[in-house]
């Protein structure tokens, strides 16, 4: 028998049927940066050439490397940006041939196929890959692609595992491609895929709902202590910031949409820094205020000058226009009229000279022991 491996004659009785069928055997990775992912899959196809029948009742296996001595049709994967054929510990092809003439031919591959995705509900997206099976000399003159089985005819991807995502349907499809050179025949595999969100709830959700919860903890500390405020403030801000960051570390640098998830973190982000500025407002407003207070003044509008205290063992400074009490040994400062002590300084009940945490009437015993005050200066409370 004669075999001419490019015979025109192969096609005179019209397009050569060639059935297709895939098994999933894995999606490796799915890359949001690159927009693509990468699969294994053992792809069948089927034809039959009535030049290779022949009399018996079982098949006939041929070794892989005999495929450049039969046609087999020139399909490719359109949108592939990188494929190979295994090669371990050969190449890895099956060439069988039926007593009808009908040829089996099967491969395995892996494959990085270009997937265009829509990131705008990230990370409660659903995304749809395709991969499409097209001719790449032979017009739809010549081969006719159709799917094997219908929908049934692409298996393995109910029992695969991935890492953020569930395959929650896939269907085939039948149509053609459209080129300056003709009308190609196309066949389309799609799959939709579901992210798991569990993941994100435990790695961005939760901390940061705790980091604005932790920001408002600064409510309930007295306003006077500025450190504690500040750090905790400044502390939550940083964190945050790292947390924004990290959670765009697996998505494109260079976008010009907003996902769910910036929204999000956004609003974490202003709820904390709103509330380390509003505690900046706050102690400037208070300090403000107590600036602008006017001095005491006598009958004839003259501003009432205040004597000063000397107090062995205790120490403050003070002045009228300030309002936080400052301590230590060794400091010598000056002591507030009864005016002001009532205004800032009240102690079980009674009026209390803020150099000795006393009642005033204690505090004004003429020179009794080191614990009293000891006046002098100008005027008299």
Not at 29 to 43: K, V
Not at 168 to 185: I, K, L, M, Q, W
Not at 211 to 223: G, H, P
Request: with cysteine.
């Amino acid at each position: 028998m004669s075999y001419i491996l490019t015979a025109s004659f192969f096609f005179a009785d019209g397009p050569v049927s060639v059935g297709m069928s895939m098994d999933i055997a894995s999606i490796d990775t799915i890359s949001e940066i690159n927009m693509d992912y990468t699969a294994t899959i053992f792809l069948r196809q089927r034809w039959t050439d009535e030049r290779l029948c022949f009399d018996g009742n079982k098949s006939l296996s041929l070794d892989g490397r005999l495929v450049e001595m039969l046609w087999v049709p020139d399909t490719f994967i359109v949108d592939s940006k990188k494929s190979f054929l295994h090669d371990v510990t050969v190449e890895n092809r099956l060439i069988r041939i039926y007593p009808n003439g009908t040829v089996l031919y099967a491969i395995r591959i892996t494959t990085t196929v270009s997937c265009s995705m829509d990131l705008t509900k990230y990370p409660m997206d659903k995304q749809t890959c395709t991969l499409q099976l097209e001719s790449w000399g032979y017009n739809i003159n010549d081969v006719m692609f159709y799917w094997t089985r219908g929908n049934d005819s692409v298996r393995g991807l109910d029992t695969l595992q991935l890492a953020q995502y569930t395959v929650e349907d896939h269907f085939t499809s039948v149509s053609e491609a459209v080129y300056e050179t003709g009308r190609y025949p196309k066949l389309v595999f799609h799959f939709e895929l579901k992210r798991n969100i569990l993941y994100f709830i435990l790695e961005t959700y939760v901390p940061s709902i705790l980091l604005v919860v932790l920001s408002w903890v600064s409510f309930w500390i007295s306003q006077s202590s500025v450190p504690a405020r500040i750090c905790i403030g400044v502390t939550t801000v940083l964190t945050m910031t790292t947390l924004m960051m990290g959670a765009r570390t697996s998505l494109p640098n260079a976008n010009c949409f907003i996902k769910a998830i910036d929204v999000y973190l956004g609003i974490c982000f202003s709820f904390i820094f709103g509330a380390l500025l509003e505690y900046a407002v706050t102690h400037f407003c208070t300090l403000h205020q107590l600036s602008s207070k006017e001095l005491p003044k006598d009958l004839s509008g003259k501003p009432i000058t205040y004597p000063s205290c000397e107090v062995s063992g205790c120490h403050f400074a003070h002045s009228v226009q300030k309002k936080k009490l400052l301590g230590g040994l060794g400091m010598k400062v000056k002591c507030f009229s009864a005016w002001v002590i009532k205004h800032l300084w009240i102690c079980e009940g009674h009026l209390c000279c803020p150099c000795l945490h006393l009642p005033l009437s204690d505090s004004l015993s003429s020179g009794a022991g080191t614990h009293a005050c000891r006046w002098g200066g100008h005027g008299n409370l």
